[in-house]
């Protein structure tokens, strides 16, 4: 039972159970053919993610903001027999985008192997219940199937997480598996096939530490999309304001959404410190270790917004944002505190509409 179904409040609802009306609609009205276990049509699918109306009038939400052309690639991707890799830095929504992906094309977004520096071999095959393996011997009983073995058998979409943090050598156990759509299983002298509709999304960036290099037989199977930052400002703002209104909500922070007029601005910083020049082209500034993406802004925002409810008046102001937007410019104690300062005077000063912000940013500052 769906958390939808049993009335359950949980903090972050699936993609497929968060839009399932709208997942609903689009099954309703698409006539389009559907690749082997899709739920919806690619072009289906495409309209979810980027939202419009249908011809019935009913309206689908825009879940990604951006390329048009880069979605209808990842779809595409799909429906071949080659895995996608959703390539990145960090907060341009590669996960966000696998996720509805998934939700859209499977019917569900919960098949993921989340990499990390540990992640085992086991974790993109299969493992077993150790306690039937010495009581049993080998078999099919005694085996934990993981996600990837899942998603084979059922002809379902997998998604793997920030593939390039798992060791190399456990990377490339998926060579056989994209390359054959087979999991041998030694021990049993068998194989799972996969079944039509099986598929792996992946995500991955190159900025992070802990970065492991695809080899180039690994990354020969996947068709990469590059996600970009977004291009301009009222695209980014547009995509916090999404967002961070879409949080409140399910945070139910009482505060007044229509009042945001802090997002330009703090958009506004992230953009300026993130490029190394203000918007107006006229100074250049140094760039702090921070990756400073729309995530960053998000989050930035969401503090704002909780404070503003709980703390102030529920409108949300210069003195709400100021402590989050220093911790997410400050990461490296030194060297990034100079850059902010020399921000502060250089930039933000010099901007009588931002003087509320300047002294919110001091005021901190002087206080620690």
């Keep these: 039972m769906t958390d939808a179904q049993n009335g359950t409040k949980v903090l972050r609802a699936h993609a497929e159970n968060a839009y399932a009306d709208e997942l609903i609609a689009l099954a309703a009205v698409d006539d389009r053919p559907r690749p082997p276990s899709w739920q919806l049509s690619p072009w289906a699918v495409t309209k979810y993610i980027l939202g419009g109306t249908l011809a019935n009038g009913v309206e689908i939400s825009p879940k990604y903001l951006g390329s048009e052309r880069l979605v209808e690639i990842a779809v595409a991707s799909l429906a071949t027999d080659r895995a996608l890799l959703l390539l990145g830095v960090p907060g341009t929504a590669k996960t966000w985008l696998g996720e509805h992906l998934a939700a859209a094309i499977s019917g569900s977004s919960t098949l993921v192997v989340q990499g990390t520096a540990g992640t085992p071999e086991e974790a ?54 994209l390359s054959e759509k087979t999991l041998p299983i030694p021990e049993l002298n068998e194989e799972v096939q996969a079944r039509k509709g099986f598929n792996v999304i992946a995500t991955a960036n190159n900025r992070d530490k802990g970065v492991n290099d695809l080899s180039s037989a690994l990354r020969r199977r996947f068709n ?52 190394g020049v203000t918007q107006d082209q006229r100074t250049t500034i140094k760039s702090p270790s921070a990756t400073l993406s729309t995530a960053e802004a998000i989050s930035v925002m969401t503090n704002g917004l909780s404070l503003a409810a709980h703390f102030g008046d529920g409108t949300v102001r210069a003195d709400d944002v100021a402590a989050s937007l220093v911790g ?24 009588p509409e931002w003087k509320d912000l300047y002294r919110a940013c001091r005021d901190l500052e002087s206080s620690n």
């Design 224 to 275: 990469t999309v590059v996600l970009p930052l977004p291009d301009s400002i009222d695209q980014e703002v547009e995509i916090v304001t999404t967002r961070v209104r879409s949080l409140g909500q399910a945070l139910e922070l009482p505060a007044d959404l229509a009042a945001l007029s802090e997002i330009r601005r703090v958009v506004t910083v992230m953009r300026e410190l993130r490029s």
């Design 124 to 177: 993109l095959r299969y493992g077993w219940n150790y306690a039937r393996l010495l009581a049993e011997g080998p078999s099919r009983a005694a085996m934990v199937a993981g996600p990837v073995m899942r998603a084979m058998e059922t002809g379902s979409l997998v998604r793997v997480e920030e593939l390039t943090r798992i060791p190399s050598d456990v990377q490339d156990s998926l060579i056989t598996i």
């Design 328 to 351: 997410a410019v400050i990461k490296d104690p030194v060297q990034d505190r100079v850059i902010w300062q020399e921000y502060l005077e250089t930039v933000v000063r010099n901007r």
